[in-house]
């Protein structure tokens, strides 16, 4: 079965500090899709990146970067110089592809992230 | 271009109550899924619809049902409410149901079971 862990429940920085949100997943198949969502206080979750299993080029978008690292089961997300505008929860989300899986993303617990000014 | 849009945002509701909540998809979407997003925990998977049929369910009683309509907008439905039904109710819309669809969330209904 499909398992996504966050362990990190919250994160308290300060502004233009980096912060890395860490992600682990377990998965049986080889053929999979990792996401990150962010969720501020309205409530609704935004995508913030999609990557699949087969492609571990690490990306960088803005202050935010991603690193997928097979080895280790992992997916990390870095926003560099943190604004107060970064705080929100955000979600880490496992899903198989059709061949494999249950076609459902399976969500972390989420990381608060609170950034101070 | 609206996203997805919600209704209710907040009820209220007593035990043993029904609630039916709705979603409208985004624009070009035909796959509603729903979610139950407890406080201080990520969103759990209820189930998916799809071309009006219930394709995929999640690990929730039968007192959780749903629908979609030809317009491909869809209703949660909850009977015989408990306490711990409270919590935030998502809808997310995708173009079709692979596992590799980004979602587009509502910002949810807050239910509220006393």
Request: glycine share 8%.
């Given at each position: 079965?499909?398992?996504?862990?966050?362990?990190?429940?919250?994160?308290?920085?300060?502004?233009?500090?980096?912060?890395?949100?860490?992600?682990?997943y377990?998965?049986?198949?080889?053929?999979?899709?990792?996401?990150?969502?962010?969720?501020?206080?309205?409530?609704?979750?935004?995508?913030?990146?999609?990557?699949?299993?087969?492609?571990?080029?690490?990306?960088?978008?803005?202050?935010?970067?991603?690193n997928?690292?097979?080895?280790?089961?992992?997916?990390?997300?870095?926003?560099?110089?943190?604004?107060?505008?970064?705080?929100?929860?955000?979600?880490?989300?496992?899903s198989?592809?059709?061949?494999?899986?249950?076609?459902?993303?399976?969500?972390?617990?989420?990381?608060?992230?609170?950034?101070?000014? | 271009?609206?996203?997805?849009?919600?209704?209710?945002?907040?009820l209220?509701?007593?035990?043993g109550?029904?609630?039916?909540?709705?979603?409208?998809?985004?624009?070009?979407?035909?796959?509603?899924?729903?979610?139950?997003?407890?406080?201080?925990?990520?969103?759990?998977?209820?189930?998916?619809?799809?071309?009006?049929?219930?394709?995929?369910?999640g690990?929730?009683?039968?007192?959780?049902?749903?629908?979609?309509?030809p317009?491909?907008?869809?209703?949660?439905?909850?009977?015989?409410?408990?306490?711990?039904?409270?919590?935030?109710?998502?809808?997310?819309?995708?173009?079709?149901?692979?596992?590799?669809?980004?979602?587009?969330?509502?910002?949810?209904?807050?239910?509220?079971?006393?």
């Amino acid at each position: 079965a499909q398992k996504v862990t966050q362990a990190q429940t919250e994160i308290s920085v300060v502004e233009k500090e980096d912060v890395t949100l860490d992600c682990v997943y377990e998965t049986r198949d080889t053929t999979y899709y990792l996401f990150w969502y962010k969720q501020p206080p309205s409530g609704e979750l935004v995508f913030l990146i999609r990557r699949n299993s087969f492609d571990e080029q690490n990306e960088i978008s803005g202050r935010y970067s991603w690193n997928f690292q097979k080895s280790t089961s992992s997916f990390n997300f870095t926003i560099t110089a943190s604004q107060v505008v970064d705080s929100a929860v955000y979600f880490c989300a496992l899903s198989e592809a059709p061949s494999g899986g249950s076609y459902i993303p399976t969500f972390g617990r989420g990381t608060s992230l609170i950034v101070h000014p | 271009d609206a996203g997805v849009t919600q209704s209710p945002t907040h009820l209220i509701k007593t035990r043993g109550q029904q609630v039916t909540l709705r979603c409208s998809p985004k624009s070009g979407h035909d796959t509603v899924s729903w979610y139950q997003q407890a406080l201080g925990q990520g969103p759990q998977f209820i189930f998916q619809y799809y071309e009006e049929e219930e394709r995929q369910r999640g690990n929730f009683p039968d007192r959780f049902s749903g629908h979609q309509f030809p317009n491909y907008s869809s209703e949660l439905n909850v009977n015989a409410l408990l306490l711990g039904d409270s919590a935030l109710y998502l809808c997310a819309s995708s173009a079709g149901f692979s596992g590799a669809n980004v979602l587009t969330f509502g910002a949810g209904s807050r239910l509220t079971v006393l």
